[in-house]
């Protein structure tokens, strides 16, 4: 390309992350869609007159969604650009429960004018005990023991997170980002900066 052409647009997706599940996920999609890729824990400042579509890849803590404010703070002034969202978290994203409880999490740390043009899907991250902080292996040891009394009600789900307490578990599946990558190639293209 000529050095004062305009470039094309292409996607972002930026992310944030504790111990990689999460990372993995937005590196594989910016693998796949040859996409930009930043980190917004190092506090960047991309550029987005070039992004075709930003997608957020977030995991979730404690029924938060980390990355959620610098993510919103970046498009908030360009309502221009559609926008996806990719939760990872340790929870089964094909439980009808957990879903509601997503939905309600989005509802509750968006504003309405980002949620409406953010098109969302769940994936699956991991645990990983030996690398967790003091202060998150002592909040997960409080979620073991509730997952064990749900476990002992019939709870497979809870059930296996008491199990796996201390151990390292990785749900980690890059077929599942498949519908992602297709639903961004589905999106129509936005016009090309003039020359
Ligand atoms: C302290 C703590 C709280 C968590 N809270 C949730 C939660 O509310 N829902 C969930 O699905 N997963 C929860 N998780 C699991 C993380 O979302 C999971 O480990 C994810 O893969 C982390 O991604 P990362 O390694 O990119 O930070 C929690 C994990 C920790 C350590």
Redesign the pocket.
Same mark, same amino acid.
């Given at each position: 390309m000529e050095p004062d052409q305009p470039r094309p647009h292409t996607p972002l997706v930026v992310y944030r992350?504790? $111990? &990689? %599940?999460?990372?993995s996920y937005a590196e594989w999609l910016a693998e796949d869609l040859g996409a930009m890729l930043v980190n917004l824990g190092d506090k960047p400042d991309p550029d987005l007159s070039t992004a075709s579509v930003v997608i957020l890849v977030c995991?979730? $803590?404690?029924?938060s969604y $980390?990355g959620a404010k610098e993510f919103s703070l970046l498009v908030e002034n360009h309502p221009d650009i559609p926008l996806v969202g990719a939760s990872? &978290?340790?929870?089964d994203p094909e439980n009808p429960e957990n879903i509601q409880a997503y939905k309600a999490l989005i509802k509750a740390t968006f504003s309405e004018g980002i949620q409406s043009r953010m098109q969302w899907f769940h994936l699956r991250?991991?645990?990983d005990y030996p690398r #967790?902080s003091h202060a %998150?292996r002592a #909040? #997960?040891w409080m979620v073991s023991r509730a997952a064990k009394r749900k476990g002992a009600k019939g709870d497979a789900e809870s059930q296996m997170m008491y199990e796996t307490y201390g151990q390292v578990i990785d749900f980690r599946d890059r077929s599942t980002i498949e519908p992602i990558v297709e639903y961004v190639r589905g999106l129509s293209s936005r016009p090309d900066p003039a020359p």
């Open positions: 992350t504790q $111990y &990689g %599940h999460a990372q995991p979730i $803590y404690a029924r $980390y990872v &978290g340790a929870s991250g991991g645990l #967790m %998150h #909040m #997960m």
